[in-house]
């Protein structure tokens, strides 16, 4: 019989993954009726409900991503994939709950350089896994553009 462990902790990255995502959810909540929505935008600023479905696929990608990174034997990428992660995190908390949107460019741009390197790293262990990468740092690109607009705009 074929050993379960490899699923079982493909579910534990994917709840991870969900949890930071509810917990980043939680912080952008507060600011999105009243002092979000008084920013002056890019034209090219998705609506507000196209986030959740974008982000969940996106963590979902990431944690099947990591997942095969850790069944190829990687272990050292994994280490950065949990710091970008983090950092994903802080993101949130800065720009909506503290409304620091150039603190909020920093740590974006910051996200955007772990992540790349993360794709890259992640490459190396596992073509597929970097391939998975890849619409999280178009994304978090993106959103960085969205951030740097939102500073140059207010």
Sequence with gaps: MKSRKPLYLLA????????????GGWATQSSL?????AL??????PPP????????LLYLLMGLAAWLVWRA????????????LAVNLAWPLVFFDRRDT????????????????TALWFRR???VAGWLMLPYVLWVAFAG???ATIVALN
């Design 12 to 23: 534990l990255f994917l709840g991870l993954l969900l949890a930071v995502g509810q917990l």
């Design 33 to 37: 009726e009243g002092w979000y929505q």
């Design 40 to 45: 002056e935008k890019s034209a090219l600023t």
């Design 49 to 56: 409900a196209v986030f959740p479905f974008a982000w969940t």
């Design 73 to 84: 034997g990687g272990r050292a990428p994994l280490a950065l994939w949990g710091l970008q």
């Design 102 to 117: 150039e603190l909020g460019l920093v740590v974006i741009l910051l996200l955007l350089a772990l992540v790349a390197a």
């Design 125 to 127: 262990w596992s073509s």
């Design 145 to 147: 553009y969205l951030n």
